[in-house]
């Protein structure tokens, strides 16, 4: 993204008071720790890395619209 990145776009995006109740899935290459982490601290509901199955990110904005929480599980693997 040429002017922020995703993590910049997130804090803002969930940082306005309007609308209150929106929701952001992160769709990502990136899988470090440190990044999920902090995605989920700028207020992400959903963290999808971009080799998850075609079928994954939709299940993760019905899970986030829902108000449940998703990660890929390629980033909660020990």
């Known amino acids: 993204m040429p002017a922020l990145d995703g993590l910049a776009a997130t804090r803002r995006i969930t940082g306005d008071a309007e609308p209150a109740d929106v929701k952001v899935v992160v769709l990502t290459t990136f899988e470090p720790d440190e990044y999920v982490f902090e995605a989920i601290r700028s207020g992400a509901s959903g963290f999808l890395v971009k ?3 075609p079928a994954e990110p939709v299940r993760a904005v019905r ?3 829902g108000g449940d929480a998703l990660l890929s599980p390629g ?3 020990a």
């Open 51 to 53: 080799d998850t199955e």
């Open 63 to 65: 899970a986030v619209v």
């Open 75 to 77: 980033v909660t693997a």
